[in-house]
């Protein structure tokens, strides 16, 4: 399958003082970058799929209340979603030039990716979004929009997706995806796979576990060998349940990894580029049109998997 990476240097985050704010690694988009740049010289071009705007006010409304929408000019609202106090002080102009116009050229990057993953049978790796905590009325967890559950509304809008068409969303961050679980609750063509963990925010996912086979929670602390013992066994049961999707996304949240100041588990960095591995084969091999994003990670180290799992990505024939 193809393989592209959809970038713009406007994803990172700029806020004076956000980095005693929250954990975030603010520039840890543009950063990978500059990692893949490094290894690939010139040759990085001809990969990449630019994303030259943010995404628009309109198309966002295809996802999120016009009430949600508004209030987000004003500081108090996006103090709330960054879980800030100290944000709702600062300018708004200030908070939407450095948080939301990156959040909004992140989106941007992940249509973009939906769009050609479909088009190209490609698989796409979106070196931001994965915003899975933010549900049609509000936002959480430093998620302002939910740009995978906006792709699946837009594609199906753009007819490149019908109603007979299967979706699947893996979802491998840390922290389970309780936005994104908002916007699917009664939609069958949609298939979630969320390995998490349970004792860390938001928490353990509610109702009867045997009607949600492939939400699976994990204790605080899990090792390596643990978790891919539990993903290598649990994923191809996904893969077994639903046999056509016409596309997939895939959350690679870097903040699995031991020591990451969020996550809680304590996945080694060898073992988290195993699970990247695993999962791409997994989705190469079933020739699924893909979507991937960075979603969480909040160490000094998650920009270098970004890379290596994009360079795994262009490297894998």
């Known amino acids: 399958m193809n393989s592209l990476l959809a970038y713009s240097p406007h994803y990172d985050f700029h806020l004076p003082g956000i980095a005693a704010l929250h954990p975030f690694d603010v520039k840890k988009y543009s950063r990978a970058w500059g990692v893949l740049l490094q290894r690939f010289g010139d040759e990085l071009a001809k990969y990449r799929l630019q994303i030259d705007a943010p995404v628009s006010l309109e ?12 209030s987000l000019s004003h500081s108090a609202a996006i103090s709330r979603v960054v879980e800030s106090s100290l944000v709702k002080w600062l300018p708004a102009s200030l908070l939407q030039k450095g948080l939301l116009i990156p959040a909004k050229y992140a989106v941007a990057g992940t249509l973009a990716a939906a769009r050609t993953a ?11 979004g994965g915003f899975h905590h933010a549900f049609r009325d509000r936002g959480e967890g430093f998620c302002f929009f939910s740009d995978a559950a906006l792709a699946i509304q837009l594609l199906r809008a753009e007819k490149r997706l019908n109603s007979a068409d299967e979706v699947l969303m893996i979802d491998l961050d840390a922290h389970r995806g309780n936005g994104f679980e908002s916007y699917i609750a009664s939609d069958a063509m949609v298939h979630n ?56 996304f895939y959350n690679a949240g870097t903040d699995i990894l031991k020591g990451d100041k969020l996550g809680g588990l304590s996945v080694d960095y060898n073992g988290v580029k195993a699970r ?7 989705l190469a091999t079933h020739k699924i049109p893909t979507v991937i994003m960075t979603s969480g990670g909040y160490s000094k180290d998650s920009y270098r998997l970004i ?5 795994h990505l262009l490297e894998t024939p």
Do not use: C
């Open 118 to 128: 479909i088009d190209d049978q490609a698989i796409v790796f979106n070196l931001g």
């Open 307 to 311: 890379a290596d799992l994009a360079q």
């Open 276 to 282: 990247d591995h695993f999962v791409l084969d997994m």
């Open 59 to 70: 198309t966002l409304g295809l996802a999120h209340s016009y009430e949600y929408l508004a």
């Open 193 to 248: 796979f969320d390995m998490y963990n349970f004792q860390t925010y938001p928490g353990l996912h509610p109702g009867d576990a045997d009607e949600f086979p492939f939400m699976l929670p994990l204790r605080a602390g899990t090792e390596t060998e643990g978790y891919l013992d539990i993903l290598r066994e649990e994923l191809p049961r996904l893969f077994a349940h639903v046999k056509q999707p016409k596309l997939a």
